[in-house]
């Protein structure tokens, strides 16, 4: 069984970090691309962050370029999302992802609310 766990979100006032994790099982973790999605409420859910299976490759929406990190540890299955500089409009449901050709994965999902 598949288990991708998501944990780290919370309130948070302007300006500041969180950094959120996800716990994946059930599958091999290390061959599969991880990804962040997040969706406001009354938005479509949108595409965050990627890496690559090996950790040496990583992109960004633009939205959060420079703000956000993602990195992987294939050793303890565990993908993060290191959130900087936060916003208001970074107010999310932030969701796990994992992907390996057409079989793809998603967490429950962690909420990330930033207001002061």
């Known amino acids: 069984q598949v288990q991708l766990v998501e944990s780290g979100g919370g309130l948070v006032q302007p300006g500041g970090s969180l950094r959120l994790s996800c716990a994946a099982s059930g599958i091999t973790f290390s061959i599969y691309t991880m990804k962040w999605y997040r969706q406001a409420p009354g938005k479509e859910r949108e595409w965050v962050a990627s890496i690559s299976p090996s950790g040496g490759s990583t992109n960004y929406a633009d939205s959060v370029k420079a703000r956000f990190a993602i990195s992987r540890d294939n050793a303890k299955n565990m993908v993060a999302l290191q959130m900087n500089s936060l916003k208001p409009d970074d107010t999310a449901v932030y969701y796990c992802?994992?992907?390996?050709?057409?079989?793809?994965?998603w967490g429950q999902g962690t909420q990330v609310t930033v207001s002061s």
């Open positions: 992802n994992a992907v390996l050709l057409s079989l793809t994965y």
